[in-house]
């Protein structure tokens, strides 16, 4: 079965430096999302992308956040100048349309220090 | 607002024992989805719900949709350890675009 890939598993960074998450969404779907989720907590939307922009974004997705889709796979989230409250899991999601199932990758933990 | 609140936020249970989440809203929702989380896992699709009052089962799984469509339940007969994790409910924003996460009910089986 197809799979939401995401690299690395774990990201250690320094606060202040920037960081780039990856993911691979499933090839044939149409929408992908980045969430966020602190550990012992509910998992939180940031942003939905379609058509190569964003379609929807949520209060903690400000300025820092950034989202690109650089090629026909990748799907990228980057967070400029990390802060301490950045670290959590972040999950990349994708699917083949509004209201239609998300699948999950298995989520980069990322760790600022 | 948007947000969904889930009850309980814990649940301790023996194995053999039943278990109900249950996920509400202040608004009308178009439609619902339940997601499982095991520890260290991330989010699996569990089931979607549009119709009012609609009920589906999965094996032990018994999925409810409220009729005013503010709320829903899981319910789960019959525990097993391999039930153990997080059940979040998951709705859709108006939009259609944004997604609201319920604050999850984590199940604890004791075998």
């Known amino acids: 079965e197809p799979e939401v890939t995401q690299t690395p598993s774990h990201q250690v960074t320094q606060m202040g430096q920037e960081v780039i998450l990856r993911c691979v969404p499933i090839?044939?779907?149409?929408?992908f999302y980045w969430y966020r989720q602190i550990l012992g907590q509910k998992v939180e939307f940031l942003v939905s992308f379609y058509n190569n922009e964003i379609s929807e974004k949520s209060e903690i997705f400000d300025d820092q956040f950034s989202v690109e889709r650089p090629d026909g796979s990748n799907f990228t989230l980057k967070i400029r100048s990390t802060k301490l409250e950045d670290s959590a899991m972040y999950f990349c999601?994708?699917?083949?349309?509004?209201?239609?199932?998300?699948?999950f990758g298995d989520g980069t933990r990322l760790s600022i220090l | 607002g948007q947000q969904v609140m889930q009850i309980p936020q814990y649940q301790h249970v023996q194995e053999g024992e039943d278990f109900t989440t249950y996920c509400n809203s202040s608004t009308t929702l178009s439609n619902i989805q339940w997601y499982k989380q095991r520890p260290g896992g991330h989010p699996v699709f569990l089931i979607q719900?549009?119709?009012?009052?609609e009920v589906k089962k999965q094996k032990r799984l018994t999925f409810q949709f409220g009729e005013a469509k503010k709320n829903s339940s899981l319910h789960i007969t019959a525990t097993q350890t391999t039930d153990v994790g997080t059940y979040f409910c998951l709705r859709v924003a108006n939009t259609g675009n944004q997604f609201y996460f319920g604050t999850g009910t984590s199940l604890t089986v004791i075998p």
């Open positions: 090839s044939n779907h149409l929408y």
């Open positions: 719900l549009v119709k009012s009052g």
């Open positions: 999601a994708s699917d083949q349309g509004l209201y239609q199932p998300q699948h």
